[in-house]
């Protein structure tokens, strides 16, 4: 099985800054696209940003020159540097990886359990 561990959600004031971490474990033979979600109180879940296995780059128009997105092939972990944060950045973020367990095998999308990043005005 793989399992996704997000880490470094929390309280800041407007303007503060933010890591989120999240590190894929289990059976992986690759991991391709990596990427952030968020899902605020009565909204659908949004893209924030993804990285692809060869470090291209995509972000929401909303986080674009604020938040920088990254990653660590060799510990399968993906970052996101949250900064200048402000009050509708307040969401439940998810990270989400598209994992080969074997080679040859299908590649599937797996989700992490979700981590509470709130900003206050």
């Known amino acids: 099985q793989v399992q996704l561990a997000e880490s470094g959600g929390g309280l800041v004031q407007a303007g503060g800054s933010l890591r989120l971490s999240c590190a894929a474990s289990g059976t992986i033979f690759s991991t391709n696209a990596m990427g952030w979600y968020r899902q605020a109180p009565g909204k659908q879940r949004e893209l924030v940003a993804t990285?692809?296995?060869?470090?291209?780059?995509n972000y929401a128009d909303s986080v674009k020159g604020r938040f920088t997105i990254s990653r660590d092939n060799a510990k399968n972990t993906v970052y996101l540097q949250m900064n200048s944060l402000k009050p509708e950045d307040t969401a439940v973020y998810y990270c989400?990886?598209?994992?080969?367990?074997?080679?040859?095998?299908?590649?599937?999308?797996?989700w992490g359990q979700g981590t509470q990043v709130t900003v206050s005005s």
């Open positions: 989400n990886a598209n994992v080969r367990k074997y080679y040859g095998g299908g590649s599937y999308v797996y």
């Open positions: 990285i692809n296995s060869g470090g291209m780059l």
